[in-house]
């Protein structure tokens, strides 16, 4: 069983690669994301009170947001036609696309192939880019809680990536708890996260620009507020009922 593998097995805590991206990349791929007029003051759902402390700059909205804001699949589906856009340009400008790098790197190294989620033709948005230089309180990321009834309800293992672009100053560390999600668990009513957290640790990292971390999303994981800007562009990995590998965001 290939590392991949017992990651999505929950065999082993993450997947750190130091140098993913170079300076020259990392630099380049900021500086076209602060670029875009879309990188702009994260829109919240009100049940992610815990956000609204410090409003921070985001391009694209995940899947999850855009459920939480109660716009169907199909909405969402159009969105990402913008999304698409928008990250094309980016990645034509900068010169390589981090997705197929990524996808690349999976394929070549965990012989794993992996395609966009989508349905009726249209694709999901595989990125969103992110300051998380906030606290984020502990919580866990799912495709059939997220989504059931999407194309990601079929998800029955599932990962989280993040390639980070700066260096969040004093601060940032993300922790990883050895404690899965599931419908049992209440979440607090005016956040995804849970308050009081109190759970083992399967694993701890703090990040810097060009690395490219990887570990498994249904496990809670929480992030520690940064001095600095925390940007970061990231994702989702799921091993479907099917048996094939697909990407969201």
């Known amino acids: 069983m290939n590392t991949l593998n017992l990651l999505f097995e929950n065999k082993i805590g993450a997947i750190i690669v130091d140098d993913f991206l170079n300076t020259q990349q990392a630099q380049s ?26 409003k921070t700059n985001q391009l694209f909205s995940s899947q999850y ?34 997705i197929l790098l990524l996808f690349e790197y999976l394929k070549n190294t965990y012989h794993t192939s992996f395609e966009v989620a989508g349905k009726n033709n249209l694709t999901y948005s595989p990125v969103v880019a992110r300051d998380l230089s906030i606290e984020v309180l502990p919580h866990a990321d799912f495709g059939p809680f997220d989504g059931k009834e999407w194309a990601i309800g ?47 640790v399967k694993t701890k990292f703090s990040v810097k620009p060009g690395m490219l971390v990887l570990f498994n999303s249904r496990n809670f994981h929480s992030i520690q507020k ?5 940007i970061a562009i990231g994702g989702l990995l799921g091993q479907t009922e099917k048996n094939t590998f697909i990407a969201w965001s």
């Open 29 to 54: 791929l900021l500086e076209d994301i602060a670029d875009q007029p879309e990188w702009c003051e994260a829109k919240v759902p009100e049940i992610h009170q815990h956000l609204t402390a410090k």
């Open 65 to 98: 947001m855009i459920a939480a804001d109660e716009i169907s699949e199909e909405g969402y589906l159009e969105l990402c036609k913008e999304y698409q856009s928008v990250w094309l340009r980016i990645t034509n400008h900068c010169g390589f696309d981090p």
């Open 154 to 200: 079929e998800v029955k293992k599932q990962l989280a990536w993040n390639i980070y672009l700066t260096p969040p100053g004093e601060g940032g560390e993300t922790t990883v708890y050895d404690y899965v999600w599931d419908q049992s668990d209440m979440l607090d009513e005016s956040s995804y996260g849970i308050r009081n957290f109190n759970q083992p």
């Open 226 to 230: 940064s001095t600095l800007p925390r």
